[in-house]
């Protein structure tokens, strides 16, 4: 059964001022108020009145905040709420509350759901929520908690999960991390750090944004006449030039991974030592990949910690070759030549790259890039 409409009943007395104030008030949003609830008292819906029935469109939650307060308090309801909410430093005073509030869950009590079924209770803040929570935002519009929550510093933004590793070891290996990027840059010319990864790709192109027909509904991401398959790659970035040397085949496993240690040992033969930093992929343990390191005795392994992730720089460059050529490619039937566009887009690197360092976070202001320094590299 839909909700009924609202609807205002005035007495003569009531519609006298409202007219008066509506034609002689001082005030401007007065003189506003007072229209919109004659409008609503003629039979106009304050949905509509609030579109269409006002100099200004309003919000239409303005126009039922507007209404509530009239039939709570009469016509002092409409002048005892300024425009504009608090002013002076009573707003100000509410920033704090507001602020560690917002850490907390919401109380069920601020739905209306909740206070039937307590499993319905909202979990994060809406406008709604936060009018609700607050008493002395009871009166406000939705709109109107929006203003509020601007003045006192509040936005709207986008949230970021948080990072946490399993590994009871986090804090030492991290710091170990930091400390061979220190030796690096206090011997640039025979201490080596590269941090190594693996990832795989496949024949299908993965769906992105992409440019199309206006009318012809979104582009279409299309697998070729070909089952898909996958390639991989095992790649190593250099924390102080960034060049990038790597390897691609069908399948990265103990004699690839061989293969790559042995190659790093042979690109950077004039370092005494080259500090390697890898996941915890149990193929970097096996023990014939043990025994191959143990004849490369300038490569020393340094573990990240346990699902972590976000301390690998080179889990960008990832990200760059997606963005690059991956996303939506149009390359499902010429899966040789795609396999050659991935080895140019790392070849582009062969030689280092500054570019690459600041979108690795390996220059600027991260963590990494203020160990490493800036005046180092060449």
């Known amino acids: 059964m839909a909700p009924s409409r609202r609807t205002l009943t005035l ?25 919109a ?9 304050p949905n509509g009145v609030a579109r269409q029935g006002l100099f200004k ?8 905040t507007w209404l509530n307060w009239f039939q709570a308090e009469g016509l002092a309801g409409l002048q005892k709420h300024p425009q504009g909410g608090f002013r002076g430093t009573s707003l100000e005073s509410h920033r704090d509350e ?15 759901m909740a206070k039937r079924n307590p499993a319905l209770a909202p979990c994060r803040y809406s406008l709604i929520v936060v009018q609700r929570t607050f008493a002395w935002l009871r009166d406000y519009s939705v709109s109107g908690v929006w203003r509020v929550l601007q003045r ?3 936005t709207w933004k986008h949230g970021y999960v948080e990072q946490w590793s399993p590994d009871p070891d ?33 024949r299908w192109p993965t769906a992105a944004h992409d440019w199309g027909a206006k009318f012809e509904g979104s582009p279409l991401v299309e697998h070729g006449h070909i089952n898909n398959q996958q390639w991989r790659v095992i790649a190593a970035l250099n924390v102080r030039t960034g060049q990038v040397s790597y390897l691609q085949s069908y399948i990265i496993g103990r004699a690839k991974v061989i293969e790559f240690y042995a190659m790093l040992n042979r690109i950077y033969r004039h370092a005494k030592k080259v500090y390697v930093i890898e996941d915890n992929w149990n193929v970097h343990s096996l023990p014939e990949v043990r025994a191959a390191l143990a004849n490369l005795p300038r490569l020393e392994i340094v573990p990240l910690p346990t699902y972590a992730p976000w301390l690998n ?9 997606r963005q690059r050529i991956l996303h939506h490619h149009r390359m499902s039937d010429q899966w040789v030549e795609l396999q050659g566009r991935v080895a140019a887009f790392f070849d582009q690197f062969r030689h280092g790259s500054h570019e690459l360092l600041r979108y690795v976070g390996l220059l600027g202001d991260g963590k990494f890039a203020r160990a490493l320094g800036s005046d180092y590299r060449i």
């Open 11 to 35: 007495s003569p007395k009531q519609r006298d001022e409202l007219v008066w104030h509506r034609d002689h008030d001082p005030k401007p949003y007065i003189r506003e108020r007072a229209a």
């Open 37 to 45: 609830l004659l409008k609503v008292a003629d039979g106009a819906s």
């Open 57 to 64: 469109r309003r919000d239409p939650d303005t126009v039922y």
């Open 98 to 112: 507001v602020r560690d509030r917002l850490h907390h869950p919401p109380s069920a009590l601020v739905d209306r």
């Open 152 to 154: 006192l510093d509040v």
């Open 170 to 202: 986090y804090a030492t290996k991290g710091q170990y991390i930091e400390d061979c990027l220190h030796e690096a840059v206090t011997d640039p010319h025979h201490v080596v750090v590269l941090f190594l990864d693996e990832m795989g790709y496949y």
């Open 313 to 321: 720089p080179i889990e960008k460059l990832w990200r760059w070759l």
